[in-house]
């Protein structure tokens, strides 16, 4: 969400080559498309609201009313909806630690898919008590139960990863400090992948964006923090070879 919504469009497609349609979703939000495969979407954020822009991830229920209900029943905090949107319904959350997510029930865009071709990478919570956080959304989003579609929790080197078949949907890891710095909030990041590091590096740099970290690598690949020209966070991540 962002407040402009034709300079983010611009900017991202410089950095990782999205073209932008419109959608049936609702006016006012353009649907990414990279290889002719949806990867994200880019809406404006309405008049009158305080919010920063920033990348949500919105994850699909059945009933969103009966979402928003067990979030409230945890602690956690249900700041919008769930409202009538496009084709479905909304709602816009806070789990316990603070961390911003969304819900969406209704018509979802066919092959999108998170953890495989050109959609994003991964989804990332860093908070500050992975297990718990796991237990919250397990209970609130169905992950610890076993109906069709549903994904796989399991705990793997300290992190709590999911997965929806063979994919790495996401992952869930204790990542943030007690009293942290203001700015270090728990938050979800999302990682979109990129064939070429550094060559999406120095277009978001180009573009008005800057570096929030430097390279980073693992087994899984290679990856930078980066903020987009007006603050929102993402992470461009490029696998191994």
Do not use: K
């Amino acid at each position: 969400m962002t407040r402009d919504p034709d300079s983010a469009q611009r900017f991202y497609g410089a950095v990782l080559g999205w073209t932008f349609h419109r959608t049936r979703l609702g006016e006012g939000l353009s649907l990414a498309f990279r290889d002719s495969a949806p990867v994200a979407g880019i809406g404006a954020l309405a008049e009158g609201l305080s919010l920063p822009a920033a990348w949500t991830p919105y994850f699909a229920v059945d009933d969103a009313d009966v979402t928003a209900a067990r979030i409230r029943e945890r602690g956690a905090t249900v700041a919008v909806g769930p409202l009538s949107f496009g084709t479905g319904r909304a709602a816009l959350a806070a789990d316990p630690a603070g961390a911003v997510f969304g819900l969406w029930q209704g018509e979802v865009i066919r092959g999108w898919r998170v953890g495989r071709g050109t959609a994003p990478a991964w989804l990332e919570l860093r908070t500050r008590d992975a297990f718990a956080a796991a237990i919250f959304y397990g209970e609130v989003l169905d992950w610890a139960g076993q109906p069709p579609g549903c994904c796989m929790v399991a705990y793997e080197q300290d992190n709590v990863v999911l997965r929806h078949g063979n994919d790495v949907v996401a992952q869930i890891s204790s990542a943030v400090d007690e009293d942290p710095d203001p700015q270090i909030r728990p938050r979800w990041h999302v990682h979109f992948r990129v064939f070429d590091l550094e060559a999406a590096v120095e277009a978001a740099t180009g573009a008005g964006g800057r570096t929030m970290s430097s390279v980073e690598t693992s087994g899984a690949g290679r990856w930078v923090a980066l903020r987009d020209p007006e603050g929102a966070l993402f992470t461009v991540f490029a696998p191994p070879d």
